[in-house]
């Protein structure tokens, strides 16, 4: 099977030029207007379908508005959040920072971003979010917590990291988030219960160029969330992030759902006429493994 592949070569070079090539106080400065824009506004309430309250204001998708809707449900307690793989522009907590007050810990490979994301706290006076630049891996994932004084109960946790998300959560002991987001592979499906194996130095395009060999299914994630004690309770309309509620919380106002029920396709495969179906046999080439 011929499997497409994005030109991310040229994606690389054009992130190399605009690091080269615009200086860090200017992406500071725009970073700082940018954390200044007004909130996403509020939507009816009653509606208990996640996708109806997606919205974006830092987030990739409709994370947002998601987000916002399931507190406004369960509320908030510790006001702490823990996201690792995230940039300074585009993340599922930054929301969260700015207009609730959240105090917490981000996490990525890219030591730019980490960097831009401190420089532009320090210029809001936000001095109880850092940003740690490091590769995570199942051996320091807990230690880079504790060393950055994270509770253990804390309101949410994001995972994005392209590659092992099924196995950081699945080691996860220190923290006792409240709401998980957590992206998936939607290629999979909803049926089959597959993961990436673990690979301390797994990175996506260098496992495969197309991308297709990263992260978990739906259903994997369902499993793992019910051994941990987490309900299913909706995926955005993009096909990219699944979200999980502990089960002491919110069992009359947000429904659970099955890993079929959840599941969205992936928008963006689709659109590049890449088929549900072509999706899946694809995947099928892939060395994933059943968890």
């Known amino acids: 099977m011929n499997i497409p592949v994005k030109n991310y070569r040229l994606r690389k070079l054009k992130k190399f030029l605009k690091k080269t090539l615009i200086s860090e106080k200017f992406k500071v400065k725009s970073l ?7 909130d996403i506004p509020e939507k009816n309430e009653t509606n208990k379908e996640l996708s109806f309250h997606e919205a974006s204001l830092f987030s990739q998708n409709g994370e947002d508005g998601i987000i916002r809707y399931i507190f406004s449900q369960i509320g908030f307690e510790s006001r702490y959040f823990v996201e690792f793989g995230f940039g300074a522009h ?39 979010v850092h940003a740690v630049n490091a590769f995570i891996n199942r051996d320091n994932l807990e230690h880079l917590i504790r060393s950055n004084n994270i509770p253990t109960q804390i309101d949410f946790l994001s995972i994005d990291v392209d590659g092992n998300d099924y196995w950081f959560w699945e080691c996860l002991q220190c923290i006792n988030p409240r709401v998980i987001c957590i992206e998936y592979n939607s290629g999979i499906g909803s049926k089959y219960s597959w993961t990436i194996p673990y690979n301390k130095e797994f990175e996506r395009f260098a496992a495969h160029p197309s991308g297709f060999f990263a992260g978990a299914s739906i259903k994997a994630l369902e499993s793992l969330g019910e051994k941990k004690g987490y309900r299913l309770i909706g995926c955005d309309t993009t096909g990219t992030n699944a979200f999980f509620l502990r089960n002491d ?29 072509q999706q899946l046999e694809i995947m099928k080439l892939m060395p994933y493994i059943e968890v």
């Open 90 to 128: 585009q993340c599922n907590s930054l929301r969260l920072i700015l207009h609730e007050h959240f105090k917490g810990l981000m996490m990525d490979g890219s030591e730019e971003q980490c960097r831009i994301f401190n420089l532009t706290c320090k210029a809001k006076g936000i001095s109880d």
């Open 32 to 38: 700082t207007k940018k954390w200044q824009i007004q």
């Open 249 to 277: 919380l919110g069992n009359n106002q947000i429904p659970t759902l099955s890993a079929s029920e959840a599941f969205r396709p992936h928008q963006n495969w689709i659109q590049r006429g890449i088929s549900q179906d």
